[in-house]
């Protein structure tokens, strides 16, 4: 029997819409837990430009993508809520009626999240890694081939491969290296896209012994039952090499897809969720999307859409946490309330 954690609302997609959401429900007592597939908050600020500048954030002239990530985190701080990292969001049962909603969404990890209502915060879907084009491979997944690092224990004492040049491949170069019997890095060329001083403490490991590099493309796994013993590599001279692998971990960048969202009995027009722009609730009642990944007349994809989005969605949401309580609004620069749930007074 999975274990069922109970909160009052559930936000698939730690992104910049799901994170202000958390703000507009936190002022209203509403509690709630997000889940993202990725191991970190902020989304596409943060995965995909956390450098770069953006200007057209309400207040800020110019903030980078990691930069407004920040500040949502630091805004979202009083009302405590809980992340699950590194879990995707496969399923979501309605277990209530129409009229007083409950879910159950289960979790990648098995968990079972309890909730009144749910804001699918999906943006342009969940990321995913893109797998490298290797015969077999999905024999090896789970067992002794990772796209992640979810517990660096599991490469204690192992031979690992790690393939790719960006920043992942590296860092988690760097950081195995201590643990592991072997660390051998794979790249197909000789030019690294991480960043400058990761790249020379690599090099620096490769000059002293401490691991492996390999130029060139895996080209063949070898192993039994899903444990992989051994890989090829095949150099640009179309040289072979055997290596010894336990452990491959291929860091080929990620690509978003709907996922797991389309099973879930959602109305959807064109990979998005249709929503009325009152409540921003879908076709199941007690059942929001905001972001990126609704639909409606006259919808922009940006993040302030987002942030209004979770606003208006949070003022039907009270009715379902709270069937029975008044509702008053209440500005945050007068009410008194709200300061002190904002730990300012
Ligand atoms: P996202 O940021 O896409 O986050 C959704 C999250 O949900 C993801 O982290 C994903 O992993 C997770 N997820 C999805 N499905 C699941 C699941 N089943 N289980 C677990 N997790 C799941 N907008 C602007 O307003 N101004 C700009 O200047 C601007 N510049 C941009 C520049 C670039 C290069 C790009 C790519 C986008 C830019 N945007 C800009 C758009 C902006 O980034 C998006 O509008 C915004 O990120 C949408 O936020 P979101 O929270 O809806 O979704």
């Known amino acids: 029997m999975s274990e069922i954690i109970k909160t009052d609302v559930v936000i698939v997609g730690a992104g910049p819409a799901g994170l202000f959401a958390v703000f507009e429900l936190g002022l209203l007592d509403i509690k709630c837990h997000l889940v993202d597939i990725l191991p970190k908050a902020g989304g596409?600020?943060?995965?995909?430009?956390?450098?770069?500048?953006?200007y057209d954030i309400p207040g800020y002239p110019i903030v980078t993508g990691q930069g407004l990530v920040d500040h949502l985190l630091k805004q979202i701080e009083p009302f405590h809520p809980t992340f699950h990292f590194g879990e995707m969001v496969e399923g979501l049962k309605a277990v209530g009626t129409p009229e007083a909603p409950l879910f159950h969404l289960r979790m990648s990890g098995d968990a079972i999240l309890e909730a009144k209502a749910v804001i699918v915060a999906a943006g342009g879907g969940s990321f995913q890694p893109k797998k490298p084009p290797i015969e077999g491979i999905e024999a090896y997944e789970g067992k002794s081939v990772f796209y992640a690092v979810r517990k660096m224990e599991d490469f204690r004492g192992r031979h690992v491969v790690i393939v790719g040049g960006g920043d992942s491949a590296l860092d988690w170069t760097l950081n195995l290296q201590p643990i592991v019997k072997r660390l051998?890095?794979?790249h197909r060329r000789d030019d690294f896209r991480a960043a400058p001083h990761s790249v020379k403490a690599m090099r620096d490991l490769v000059?002293?012994?401490q691991i492996d590099l390999h130029?060139?493309?895996?080209s063949s796994l070898r192993g039994e039952a899903g444990e992989l013993s051994s890989l090829a590599v095949k150099g640009a001279d179309g040289s072979v090499t055997d290596l010894a692998c336990e452990r491959l971990i291929p860091f080929f960048g990620l690509t978003m897809k709907l996922g797991p969202v389309s099973e879930w009995g959602l109305n959807l027009h064109e990979n998005l969720v249709p929503v009325d722009t009152e409540r921003f609730e879908t076709n199941i009642p007690g059942v929001f999307a905001i972001g990126d990944i609704n639909s409606y007349p006259g919808k922009l994809k940006l993040i302030l859409c987002g942030f209004h989005e979770g606003a208006l969605a949070a003022q039907r949401i009270y009715h379902y946490v709270f069937p029975d309580k008044r509702l008053t609004f209440q500005y945050t620069t007068s009410s008194s309330n709200l300061q002190k749930k904002l730990g300012v007074v």
Do not use: M
């Not at 130029?215 to 895996?218: A, D, L, M, N, P």
């Open 207 to 209: 000059a002293n012994g």
């Open 215 to 218: 130029i060139g493309q895996v």
């Open 184 to 186: 051998t890095l794979i």
């Open 44 to 54: 596409q600020c943060s995965e995909l430009y956390p450098e770069k500048p953006i």
